[in-house]
């Protein structure tokens, strides 16, 4: 079913827009040398690379925020990433030709993100999409991120959209809780780091879509 009245399409950035974790996991793999453990593979890694941080922490070390060594610990390892943060990071394969053809449409396009500031612009100024953007909200941008609304009701806001005039594309179920926080209708983006044990179709989304450019036949001419 189409969505009538969309201005913007916003976008999730790590699993959704941009394919990060091939520098996350080189990242935590640094930092697990650097603590004498062997490297875990891409395809273990990679279901965890929306969830961030503590994401990638737990799975690496068995750390959890409430671990005394969490902190130290989670800044070893966004230095590690800071210092490496665009050697393989690439759009997903459809994203620019979508990021095109909204443009072309007159639509806005932006990033809801929960990744720090400190990561989202310089990764979005390499990749040379900071400035087609209309909006990145980072993680740190709102006093709280998703799955709080406040992120969402930003970028509207910043896109000169209502929430309902605005679609969000997310691979996590954050990104629609979200969504549905804000009124903003969402689909989730199976192409992401969605893990064997999420199940999407629960999620509330407006639906579920394999491509980037499936986007374009949920949008009305």
Known sequence: MKLENIRAVLFDLDGTLVDTAPDLGHA????????????????????????????LLGLGFDLHPDDPHFASMREEFLQLYADNICRHSRPFPGILELLDALEQRGLAWGVVTNKPARFTEPLMSIL?????????VSGDTCPQPKPHPAPMLAAAELCHALPAQCLYLGDAERDIQAATAAAMPALVAAWGYLDAADQPHTWGAHAEIHRPLDTLDYLAP
Request: with cysteine; proline share 8%.
């Open 128 to 136: 040379d999409l900071a400035e087609r953007a209309a909006c990145i």
């Open 28 to 55: 935590l793999n640094l930092q697990r040398a650097n603590h004498g453990l062997p490297p875990l593979a891409d395809e273990v890694i990679r279901p965890q690379a929306s969830h961030g941080a503590r994401g």
